[in-house]
């Protein structure tokens, strides 16, 4: 299918959003059943297939970021076949980044993995980005641009994927949080390449759109089982694929800028946590239904709870809507 055309465009797009989001609607409950069933037939899996909610001290099922990358890889699998070869080999490339960085995550939620391989395991991800040198070596800065010529596949894209991955991972740690904050960002990221397909379709292709919306259907379909009060959690599995999916997608439509405007909470949340030396924790303590803070403010989480004590719902709520301004602020990006 030719994606020149409008119409064929706007029909894989429905198409692939469609089927990541009832894909990951019908993996989550499965998976959520077939945990609680495996917990109850082995004695003594629960800490290998459960995860405590820290906020209110019950143990949910976690590994949710499975149904996440599954729904995204069955969207995405089914929209290779709708394109033509050289708009397949970027997005063939992403798929496999994100299942390599998913299975990452995975290892490192079962084995709990040493904090230096989290920073360095995430650059084998980028293997299949840096293999088609993916993206443009010419990188577009607000007030000027650098041409990274090899470099920019050899440091800069596994840097990218590193980072990405690494910032996703820091806010966290609450019901609907890394799900909610993920499909603002991809969302955000899919309009702002959206628009930018449309207005030069020959210097810009529709994989990235593609893989920001198969994402974002992913996290919206799994927030209906990880919003307040959460039955699943996505767990590192479910952050690293989200961050995977971004990278890949800012990377190969050559909107990093774009990209780096989003995830500004992320960044903001990196600077507040480098301040502990990362040692610090997102959470408060609950006092009722309210989540209270009393120390250094190392989080945005921290700062929320110190001076609005909200609910956790509430809480999640005002990230979101924090992500969804610098979300607006990066499709305005465009024009900047």
């Not at 890949?248 to 960044?267: F, H, K, M, Y």
């Not at 209270?292 to 989080?299: L, T």
Request: aromatic content about 12%; proline content about 4%; overall charge positive.
């Amino acid at each position: 299918m030719h994606t020149g055309d409008p119409t064929a465009s706007i029909v894989i797009l429905t198409v692939t959003f469609l089927l990541s989001f009832f894909a990951t609607l019908l993996f989550t409950k499965v998976l959520i059943r077939k945990i609680k069933f495996t917990t109850k037939e082995k004695k003594g899996s629960e800490s290998v297939f459960y995860s405590k909610d820290m906020a209110k001290g019950s143990l949910v099922p976690k590994m949710g970021g499975l149904a996440i990358t599954a729904g995204f890889v069955f969207g995405i699998l089914i929209a290779l076949k709708l394109l033509r070869l050289e708009e397949a080999v970027p997005l063939l490339a992403a798929l496999n980044t994100v299942l390599i960085i998913s299975f990452i995550g995975l290892m490192d939620d079962l084995f709990k993995v040493r904090e230096i391989w989290r920073v360095l395991l995430p650059v084998i991800a980028a293997l299949p980005l840096m293999v088609i040198t993916a993206g443009v070596s010419d990188l577009h800065l607000i007030f000027f641009h650098i041409d990274f010529g090899i470099y920019y596949s050899l440091i800069l894209v596994p840097l990218g994927v590193v980072a990405c991955s690494n910032l996703m991972n820091l806010l966290a740690g609450f019901n609907g949080l890394e799900a909610g904050t993920g499909a603002v960002a991809c969302l955000s990221i899919f309009s702002a390449s959206m628009i930018l397909f449309y207005l030069a379709p020959t210097e810009f292709s529709i994989a990235a759109p593609l893989i920001m919306l198969a994402m974002a259907a992913a996290c919206i379909a799994f927030l209906f089982f990880n919003w307040y009060p959460a039955k699943i959690f996505p767990e590192n599995i479910g952050t690293y694929a989200i961050a995977a999916a971004i990278a890949s997608a800012a990377i190969i439509g050559n909107i990093e800028r774009i990209a780096v405007i989003a995830l500004t909470p992320q960044i903001i949340e990196f600077f507040l946590k480098a301040r502990s030396k990362f040692r610090a924790e997102n959470f408060g303590k609950l006092v009722g239904n309210r989540l209270h803070y009393d120390g250094k403010v190392y989080s945005l989480t921290h700062l929320l709870m110190k001076y609005f004590q909200p609910t956790e719902k509430r809480l999640v709520t005002y990230l979101i809507l924090l992500q969804a301004f610098f979300g607006v602020l990066a499709v305005f990006s465009i024009g900047w």
